[in-house]
């Protein structure tokens, strides 16, 4: 049984090898040349955070708050965040967050959120205040990628001292609030097909 285990273990550390990634050294952190080099690939923009996203929540201005709470540091005016509140937020409802798009491949997450407040969270207002951030990581959307500008996982960026600018912004808007507690985070991490 062990020697079993260990053929296994060599099998998945050479297929590992073999598989290395193009860009720095196995088991050496990235420094900002490698960085540089990885976001160099991603020249151009494989889907529209404007036309996708910006543009659907234009849409939703009528019927929901819609603020900025930030930017992208890497490209402010082309990456704005944005969320959407129920316009009938009352400190006696129940608080609910929705968010979409913390990593930039999870494309039905985005969609899903945006569709649920096309679809739902009128009709759910009168019981909760809803709060929806539908694309946490605009830059990872448009690239379709997991990890930020900066090769950051803004999934793991949500800690007072996180690196992701993304979830940082989202931290402060979020206590900005003064939500006591949250009753449902609902985190949309859905991908169906990585390159869509």
């Known amino acids: 049984m062990f020697v079993g285990r260990v053929r296994l273990l060599s099998v998945m550390t050479a297929a590992s090898t073999a598989r290395a990634y193009h860009i720095g050294t196995a088991g050496v952190p990235w420094g900002k040349e490698e960085v540089a080099a990885w976001r160099a690939q991603f020249a151009t923009p494989k889907r529209s955070y404007q036309g996708e996203v910006v543009d659907k929540i234009e849409a939703l201005r009528e019927s929901f708050e819609v603020t900025q709470y930030g930017a992208l540091p890497c490209d402010p005016e082309r990456y704005p965040l944005f969320s959407l509140r129920t316009r009938s937020w009352d400190a006696s409802k129940p608080c609910v967050l929705v968010t979409g798009g913390v990593h930039?491949?999870?494309?039905?997450?985005v969609q899903g959120a945006l569709r649920f407040l096309q679809t739902e969270a009128l009709r759910l207002a009168p019981h909760f205040n809803i709060l929806v951030a539908p694309c946490v990581s605009p830059w990872g959307y448009e690239n379709i990628?997991?990890?930020?500008?900066?090769?950051?996982?803004?999934?793991?960026?949500?800690?007072?001292?996180?690196?992701?600018?993304?979830?940082q912004a989202l931290r402060r808007h979020l206590l900005s609030l003064g939500v006591a507690s949250w009753t449902c985070h609902v985190d949309l991490h859905v991908r169906v097909n990585p390159y869509t």
């Open 104 to 109: 930039g491949y999870e494309t039905s997450g």
């Open 145 to 167: 990628q997991r990890w930020n500008s900066d090769a950051v996982d803004p999934n793991r960026s949500f800690k007072p001292d996180g690196a992701a600018e993304e979830a």
